[in-house]
């Protein structure tokens, strides 16, 4: 009888066991989280662009000649920096270099005649003046008196005569120096030849109105840079010049730049119907920022609306529907869902106004499975 209860009770043991060892095998596995500690900090409230913005230079001209003809002379290429006023592309003109020199003649010859005609009418005032006082003193006939006078006042007229001549001559010169100038492109500032469309030899014609055509000289001023970005309309009227933005370029690894908005387009794009935009423009608050980049980057801004400093936040990525977040439960080991009161956020940054402390954890992978109220967890360490 003894043995039977000893045989009966190693039974039960053994089953006993055999069924906490099936449950502890069924039980809930710990759910691996990611975790980020609330602290405290700046929080903004920002707006970005919707679509990729554009590196720009501040000054850029694509220049064309007015008139049509031969290039002649092409003294710069690509990438070279040029002077305000240099000579960037000459078409053929020895026709109108000719007519310059010519005009530039007539007026030394003009001038040479004011000079001879004035002198002459000089002479004449005094032999006029001479044979009124000899008139006067009965030493010389009045016809003889008269005569000097007459005399006078034609060479008076004709030096008068001859200034008008010169400053024909220099109108004439002026005429044919504008024609030189259209034969010819300059720099309008000093900047980078950005690009050439032809080549020396190559004839070339002005584009017709209404058909655009490639300039003949693409020159840029890479001195001063911004970015001009799409935003949405519905954030547009919040925005205003003069708030600060920060800047960031893909070539650039994401790095990001102080700026401020300089400009809002007085008009919505409509080129998308259903994604209409106003474009803004974001200088580079500190201009050595751009010394080395291109116009053409893409970038982008992130306009900073407001700001708040010193205040207990989380990642915005922690924050689940209904302003709850999931916190972590050290001494458990799970995690449970809290309310909590938010302010200004962004795309990294949540304000805490009540309901969390500084130091406090929370889940920041709300979107793995598992991840609810109540779950055992363990830590999984961020390695992003």
């Known amino acids: 009888m003894l043995k039977k209860h000893r045989l009966l009770l190693i039974s039960s043991i053994v089953v006993i066991i055999i069924i906490l060892i099936f449950g502890w095998a069924k039980r809930p596995k710990p759910v691996a989280v990611i975790i980020a500690a609330s602290d405290q900090g700046e929080v903004q409230r920002t707006v970005t662009n919707t679509r990729a913005g554009t590196l720009k230079a501040c000054r850029r001209a694509g220049l064309s000649p007015a008139i049509g003809g031969q290039i002649s002379l092409l003294p710069v290429k690509e990438g070279d920096k040029v002077k305000k006023g240099q000579i960037l592309l000459e078409m053929w003109n020895d026709d109108i270099s000719a007519q310059v020199s010519l005009a530039k003649s007539e007026i030394l010859a003009s001038e040479s005649r004011i000079k001879e005609a004035c002198a002459m009418a000089k002479v004449a005032r005094r032999e006029a003046a001479r044979q009124s006082k000899l008139l006067k003193k009965g030493q010389a006939s009045v016809g003889s008196a008269e005569r000097a006078v007459g005399d006078a006042e034609a060479r008076q007229a004709a030096c008068q005569a001859a200034k008008s001549s010169a400053e024909v001559s220099r109108a004439r010169l002026a005429v044919a120096q504008a024609s030189l100038d259209r034969s010819q492109l300059k720099a309008p500032f000093d900047g980078t030849v950005a690009e050439i469309t032809g080549e020396l030899g190559e004839f070339v014609t002005p584009s017709p109105i ?22 949405d309309e519905v954030d547009a009227p919040e925005i205003k010049t003069g708030m600060p933005a920060r800047i960031s370029l893909d070539a650039y690894n994401k790095q990001f730049f102080k700026g401020q908005v300089r400009r809002i387009s007085p008009y919505v794009l409509d ?43 989380i990642p915005t990525e922690a924050l689940l529907e209904g302003q709850k977040v999931l916190v972590y ?56």
């Open 271 to 313: 080129r998308e119907k259903q994604a209409r935009t106003v474009d803004i423009e974001v200088k580079f608050i500190i201009e050595n920022d751009n010394h080395s980049m291109l116009p053409g980057y893409s970038a982008d801004v992130e306009v900073i609306l407001d700001s708040h400093a010193n205040v207990i936040r």
């Open 210 to 231: 209404g058909v655009p055509t490639p300039p003949a000289v693409d020159i840029i001023d890479t001195s001063c840079l911004y970015v001009l970005a799409p935003i």
């Open 329 to 384: 439960d050290k001494e458990n080991k799970s995690i449970y869902e809290k309310e909590v009161k938010t302010g200004l956020t962004n795309w990294k940054y949540t304000e805490v106004l009540e309901g969390l402390a500084a130091g406090e954890q929370v889940v920041t992978s709300i979107d793995r499975d598992g991840v609810v109220d109540g779950a055992q967890v363990k830590i999984e360490t961020d390695k992003k």
